[in-house]
């Protein structure tokens, strides 16, 4: 073991060796890295910055509604209102979790072989795949909920349920294996961001959750300048990148877009290729946004030379 981790050290330490390219850093080497040649356009109902603000004005007087936010071909993700009492049906998902952040009221989270708990604003909740759910509005204001699912995948229901008719798909009763998700210990069933991390102090690690197919980040920072338009960030060969705006103010930069600033609630889409900067308020002690990918994590390009950062 300790013969091929010197050889690993050996190999990414050597110039001509291909390894060295992705070695971090200022100074380290370059390599190429494939770019789209066109912009990756934002196709409804994608767009770089959903305001909360203007997705509650949308809504004004209802209590259930469902906004669709993100469709890629890896993650889906929607703002989720229910009224009071309102209740989902029991349902899964076959081979993919599902994660959502809590923005207003509460909910009752009921999981498959967990104790059921509540779940009021900044909770983060991860429901592994082929765990049975149902979330509850409780108390006497409608939940708000960000939820973000695998592309494409649709909902499962227990044989007792009568499915939600779904278009393209047709329900057939059928037995499975192999059974519960064993996820892993690193990825718990949730957590409370602001009594945590704002009032405690505490930060998850090394995230909220990570799987071969889903990322959730906390990345909390103080205050700092805005950098200059010259600073470009980063870009992601073949993902999309999105945001939660947890707390504070994150300012973006993201190609093709001038640079704008966001308010808590907020949900900011870096389409694949696009080159793309976050920064904090310098006005808010902290700022939070938490990064959802589908990578774990996706390879940062950064130009030559550049100061390296999320």
Known sequence: MRRMTCLAAILLAGAGHPGSALAQG?????????????????????????????????????????????????MEGDYISMGPGRKTKPQFYADDRLAFI??????????????????????????????????ETVGDVPSLRFEVRQA?????????????????????????????????????????FFKTVAEGGKMPAPAFVRDDHFTVNVIRQPAAPVPPDTNLGHFHVGIT????????????????FPYF?????????????????????????????????????????FEVGAVQGD
Do not use: C
């Not at 989270?109 to 779940?119: H, Q, R, Y």
């Open 261 to 301: 600033s966001t308010e808590p609630g907020d949900v900011v889409i870096a389409a694949k290729g696009r080159w793309h900067r976050t920064g904090n308020d310098p006005a808010a002690p902290f700022s939070t946004r938490i990064p959802i990918n589908p990578r774990p994590p996706a390879l940062h390009n």
């Open 241 to 256: 990148e999105l945001w939660f705006v947890m707390e504070g103010s994150i300012g973006y930069k993201i190609e093709g």
């Open 26 to 74: 200022r100074g380290a080497p370059a390599y190429w890295a494939a770019k789209p040649a066109t912009l990756t356009p934002y196709v409804a109902p994608n767009r770089v910055h959903w305001k909360l603000s203007e997705i509650l004005a949308t809504h004004k007087g209802r209590a259930d509604w469902v906004q669709p936010m993100v469709r890629n071909p890896e």
């Open 152 to 192: 494409g995948a649709p909902p499962l229901y227990p044989g007792t349920e009568t499915p939600t008719p779904r278009e393209g798909w047709n329900y057939v009763k059928v037995t499975g294996t192999p059974g519960l998700w064993e996820d892993r210990p690193s990825n718990p069933l949730y957590f409370d």
């Open 102 to 135: 809590v923005w207003q009221g509460s909910l009752r989270v009921s999981v498959t072989g967990k104790d059921p708990f509540g779940a009021a604003k900044g909770f983060m909740v991860n429901i592994p795949a082929r765990h049975v759910y149902t979330l």
